[in-house]
């Protein structure tokens, strides 16, 4: 299983659970660690740090979903935007990095 499919496991995991089980499910560590969800509108590199000129180490597919939160890093073009945001994905040991400009909040 590659790191995204796995943090999409979990994201889904945590959702299903959160709702089953109401309102108290916002205590839930596992849903508490997903900052929010977005799904790519291409497909998108994800590197060490938040920049082209770093590493790719894995691929999140057009529509896929990935859970994380919004970080500034080098400026780039893509996905007919300009900007500086990046999303940080938790790899569990390591976080990676996606253009934000290709992902659309859910």
């Known amino acids: 299983m590659t790191p ?3 943090v999409l496991t979990v ?25 929010k969800q977005y799904r790519a509108t291409e ?3 994800v590197r060490n740090k938040p920049s082209t000129g770093a590493d790719v180490f894995d691929v999140i597919s057009r529509g896929e979903s990935v859970c994380g939160q919004i970080v500034q ?29 290709c992902f659309y909040g859910t």
């Open 4 to 6: 995204v499919r796995r």
């Open 11 to 35: 994201c889904a995991v945590a959702a299903a659970l959160a709702a089953s089980a109401g309102p108290a499910a916002t205590a839930d560590p596992a849903a508490a660690q997903c900052q």
């Open 43 to 45: 497909t998108v590199n």
């Open 73 to 101: 890093g080098d400026d780039y073009q893509a996905c007919g935007d300009k900007t500086w945001e990046w999303i940080e994905i938790d790899y569990g040991s390591r976080d990676g990095y996606a253009a934000a400009a």
